[in-house]
């Protein structure tokens, strides 16, 4: 399907590129999304069917490793702040093109891992060849769901999950799946867009819920709230455990 760049959505690209996300617009045209397989149904559907048309992928690529974006300028030190160590079995869930799994990967070093997960299939890949290329042996690409991460349980020292959360379709089955691949006191680190006053109705179309619902929602979910660190500006980023 051919999707035409209309001014509203030229007038998204720009919001997300400021605000380190690269989605769908709001719903186009084309199939509807498939009727729900379990109790939940999609807070938002559609939201990432643009990413698997292939004549769009290049431009999302671009959008998500764009220099401009604060999510890529700021890697290192959103990295910092997850004080991940040598040795630690950690998680990027909804890791798109991989900007912050290889940085998670050089901190966690030889005898760490770095499970990256999303679903979409060009992005998996493009992560394949990202960790070829810097030599990375420690990071294993994981093809997920919509709604579980595909992850082993109660594994994980630390979950990420940056400009992802907005794009989980069922948010309950899906935290019930993070917080399964926890071990006890794991943390889950979630960094996502702030819905600022005044922001464009595009923006706010976009991302759902805003951080306070966020953090009830997955509070509900069994995580508690430990901290909120206060480094970016388009961004929150909140750390939870599980108990
Ligand atoms: C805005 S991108 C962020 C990518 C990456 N974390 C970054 O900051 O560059 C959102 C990502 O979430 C992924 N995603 C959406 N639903 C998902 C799910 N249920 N499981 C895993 N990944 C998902 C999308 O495919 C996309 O790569």
């Not at 998204?12 to 397989?37: I, K, R, Y």
């Not at 006191?185 to 179309?205: Q, T």
């Not at 306070?212 to 901290?227: H, R, S, Y």
Request: proline share 6%.
């Amino acid at each position: 399907m051919r999707v035409s760049l209309s001014g509203a959505w030229l007038a998204f690209l720009t919001v997300a590129q400021l605000h380190g996300c690269a989605s769908a617009p709001p719903a186009a045209s084309g199939p509807p999304p498939a009727p729900p397989t379990a109790e939940e149904t999609s807070v938002k559907p559609g939201i990432n069917d643009h990413y698997f048309e292939p004549e769009s992928n290049a431009r999302y690529v671009r959008l998500l490793e764009a220099e401009t974006r604060e999510i890529v300028q700021r890697r290192e030190e959103i990295v910092d702040a997850l004080n991940l160590r040598e040795g630690m079995e950690v998680a990027d869930i909804g890791a798109g093109t991989g900007v912050l799994t290889t940085v998670m990967a050089e901190r966690v070093g030889d005898r760490g891992t770095v499970h990256a997960v999303d679903i979409v299939p060009s992005f998996l890949e493009r992560i394949r060849r990202r960790v070829d290329e810097a030599g990375l042996g420690n990071v294993v690409v994981v093809h997920g769901e919509e709604r579980a991460t595909g992850l082993p349980s109660a594994s994980l020292d630390l979950a990420l999950m940056c400009d992802t959360y907005h794009h989980i379709e069922y948010p309950e089955s899906y935290l019930r799946s993070v917080l399964e691949s926890l071990r006890g006191g794991g943390a889950f680190v979630v960094i996502d867009m702030k819905r600022k006053e005044g922001a464009s109705p595009v923006l706010l179309n976009h991302v759902r819920a805003d951080k306070q619902t966020v953090v009830d929602e997955i509070e509900e979910a069994g995580f508690v709230l430990e901290k909120e660190i206060d480094l970016l500006r388009h961004n929150y980023y909140l750390l939870f455990r599980r108990p």
